[in-house]
């Protein structure tokens, strides 16, 4: 199959009367133009935002450890004075829940927010184009310096564009990993070349796909890749806020000079420029109504206003509306007003409820944890006294970030007795300590069966800490 340079080819004759059919557009390299506006002044507080959170939490400390630090080894997620064990897993799903819903309601009410402002593939594709302006120059320096052949000045220019590209996906992909490992020992292994196998494959790949998805796909991520773009859709009704083109005002487009009466020409506010197109990131042309390609940026928003403040029109030509307020003239009154409709209300009833039960079950997580195990090779045995025997396992988990001291007693059934190879049971910060543990009754105590016992453990030190554990007590 074959295309040209610009794009699909639908039908192409070759010599012998033999026609190729292209199904695939040949990307067109997409230059986006620097443009200044509230929007993109918007935008670019929330690339520095997030990034010096992604960038910097990592190295923050907490408690003589990394606030954030997601210890699969170990098998505990800090966050800050929070420690989160596989006994918690349904907060974490809670939290995945909360986000979807999240994402869910501030579609329904504003169109796609996420991927224009706040995705990983805006955000560093944004900082990867910075770097290619820095380097390269503005839109029509880049388009000329890629039509140019290959001679010294664009073989240094590409040379210092791909290496500062390299070396900020390189410290993300480190950043990345020190989410897992403790950063400053990744550091200390990356400077003696020491990382174990799992952490150089994570550094590397996401380095790579950093480097790839931002500085050569770009939009070919959200046009194709991005499973968000396609479902859309679904979330969208006509009183969703989106980015949208006033043509009953603009058209029919045309160039003016700025000193005539377009309107008496028969002339819409729109000149034609195009410059909105030029400032999109992913090409297309807002004025052909709402695509899915849209990441809702709002890069043509501040281009538009900033030609219609240069000709002296009203701004909001391009502008955040709805598709009622496009067709019925609704001013933001109007707007505001649907803006409580049946699906977005549903979405916050549930988002609320379920962002309550994470408060609550973050709320009421305990700080001390017993699991008892009655050891199954063993089920009973007669000892010496006429005493009958169960073997347990006791599992002690500090929750929290202060070494305990814990004491361990048993009750249920007549002369219940247990015997513990250690007491106060010490346990350290935010540590487990498993032992085992025997539990005698008198052998004519109770009848013969499986009998209800409960293991109480509680802290020397602080009586709120004190759990009640219930297991069973074989007499055969």
């Not at 594709?125 to 039509?147: Q, S």
């Not at 990382?195 to 046009?223: I, M």
Request: charged share 20%.
């Amino acid at each position: 199959m074959s295309a040209n340079q610009h794009g699909p080819s639908p039908q192409q004759t070759q010599p012998g009367g033999e026609e190729e059919i292209s199904l695939y557009e040949v990307r067109k390299k997409i230059h986006p133009r620097t443009i200044s506006g509230r929007f993109t002044t918007w935008r670019w507080l929330v690339v520095w935002l997030t990034q010096i959170v992604f960038y910097g939490l990592c190295w923050v400390p907490w408690n003589d450890r990394q606030a954030v630090l997601l210890d699969i080894a170990e098998r505990k997620f800090y966050f800050f004075g929070l420690v989160l064990w596989p006994q918690d897993v349904f907060l974490l799903a809670i939290l995945l829940i909360i986000s979807a819903y999240a994402l869910f309601l501030f579609t329904a009410i504003a169109g796609r927010l996420w991927c224009g402002y706040s995705c990983p593939q805006t955000v560093y594709t944004e900082m990867f184009l910075w770097i290619e302006r820095l380097v390269e120059g503005d839109r029509p320096a880049r388009i000329k310096l890629d039509a140019a052949p290959m001679n010294a000045q664009k073989f240094a220019r590409r040379t210092l564009k791909y290496a500062l590209w390299v070396s900020l996906s390189l410290w993300t992909g480190f950043t990345f990993v020190g989410y897992f490992t403790p950063i400053k020992t990744l550091w200390a292994e990356l400077m003696n070349f020491s990382l174990g196998p799992w952490e150089w494959f994570w550094f590397l790949f996401y380095s790579a796909f950093t480097y790839l998805l931002a500085g050569h796909l770009r939009e070919q991520v959200c046009k194709y890749m991005c499973p968000y773009a396609r479902f859309q859709g679904v979330m969208f009704d006509p009183d969703t806020l989106v980015i949208t083109y006033d043509s009953e005002r603009g058209e029919p487009r045309g160039a003016r000079k700025k000193e005539i009466d377009h309107r008496a020409k028969g002339l819409g506010d729109c000149v034609d420029c195009g410059i909105c197109v030029q400032v999109c990131p992913t090409g297309i042309d807002i004025r052909n109504g709402l695509q899915y390609e849209c990441i809702g940026c709002a890069a043509c928003i501040d281009a538009c206003d900033e030609v219609m403040s240069k000709m002296g029109y009203p701004l909001g030509l391009v502008r955040y509306s709805t598709e009622n307020a496009i067709n019925q003239h609704w001013g933001w009154r109007e707007i505001v007003r649907h803006v409580a409709r049946p699906r977005v209300v549903l979405y916050s009833v549930i988002l609320g409820a379920i962002v309550t039960a994470f408060v609550w079950g973050v709320a009421t997580k305990p700080d001390l944890r017993v699991d008892v195990i009655r050891d199954r090779a063993t089920l009973a045995r007669e000892v010496e006294g006429g005493m009958i025997e169960n073997v347990y396992r006791l599992h002690v988990m500090n929750v929290t970030e202060r070494p305990q001291s814990y004491v361990a007693s048993v009750e249920g059934l007549p002369g219940i007795e247990l015997l513990i190879e250690t007491s106060p049971i010490d346990v350290g910060p935010a540590a487990t300590r498993a032992f085992s543990v025997l539990v005698r009754v008198p052998v004519d105590a109770v009848a013969k069966g499986s009998h209800t016992i409960h293991f109480n453990v509680r802290s020397t030190t602080d009586s709120s800490l004190s759990v009640r554990e219930k297991a069973s007590f074989l007499m055969p």
